[in-house]
């Protein structure tokens, strides 16, 4: 039974405009939510994360939102650009524990020019 | 970026043969992760080192036995490989373990188990 899902496979926007990358998960006591990028034939890179205090953290382009009652984790990209184009997960930490991450199976996101 | 290969980058073997991958970073990070993607499954951990001679087992830990007797250096083994091993393999090194710190992934081992 997956605890974190990322429910659209893929995603295609226009360059310029904004993408919205969604995660949904089921137990409340995950405290670190992260999203990572990943090209092809490379390992993920970190992007950004939030912990379970927070409900917003930006870093430049990037957004994430975090909606505890709704259980819902999404990562905005403003202005997307043609190098985001890219396969998005995110990751989730249970509480305390810091040997394990539970992943998303990831979007593959296409920023069309 | 964190300073972390993974050899080789390649490999195909055959059913039954014993096949190492290896994991070396120069950060002197003390966690230090195997992952394996797959379609349909996203990443799933392997096994795990906290310190060095330190180990645990992951979520997929069947089939797959690990060393770590240097800090820079994290051995993965399929002692007997099966044609269900075939996947991408990442190594992952953070400093102060997963969700606390970022992990830094090596760019991954394709092998194929014929």
């Known amino acids: 039974d997956q605890q974190v899902k990322q429910n659209s496979p893929s995603l295609s926007v226009q360059e310029g405009r904004i993408s919205i990358l969604n995660c949904d998960y089921t137990?409340?006591?995950?405290?670190?939510f992260l999203w990572y990028k990943k090209y092809p034939a490379e390992g993920p890179t970190f992007l950004i994360s939030?912990?379970?205090i927070k409900d917003k953290n930006e870093d430049g382009r990037f957004t994430v939102f975090l909606n505890k009652s709704a259980k819902h984790l999404s990562l905005h990209i403003v202005p997307s650009q043609p190098g985001d184009s890219a396969v998005y997960f995110c990751?989730?930490?249970?509480?305390?524990?810091?040997?394990?991450?539970?992943w998303g199976l990831g979007t593959s996101l296409a920023v069309n020019p | 970026d964190a300073g972390i290969t993974q050899s080789p980058r390649h490999k195909v073997t055959e059913t039954g043969t014993p096949v190492t991958l290896r994991c070396h970073q120069t950060?002197?990070?003390?966690?230090m992760y195997w992952y394996r993607q797959d379609p349909g499954h996203g990443l799933r951990l392997i096994h795990y080192?906290?310190?060095?001679?330190?180990?645990d087992k992951g979520e997929v830990s069947d089939g797959y036995s690990v060393s770590r007797s240097k800090t820079e250096d994290f051995l993965l083994t399929l002692e007997s490989a099966t044609s269900s091993q075939t996947s991408v393999y990442f190594c992952?090194?953070?400093?102060?373990?997963?969700?606390?710190?970022?992990?830094?992934f090596g760019n991954g081992t394709r092998l194929t188990v014929t």
């Open positions: 990751a989730i930490r249970i509480a305390g524990n810091n040997r394990k991450l539970i």
């Open positions: 950060e002197n990070h003390r966690y």
């Open positions: 080192s906290y310190g060095v001679k330190d180990t």
């Open positions: 992952a090194i953070t400093s102060q373990g997963q969700g606390r710190s970022p992990l830094h």
């Open positions: 137990n409340s006591m995950f405290d670190y």
């Open positions: 939030i912990s379970s």
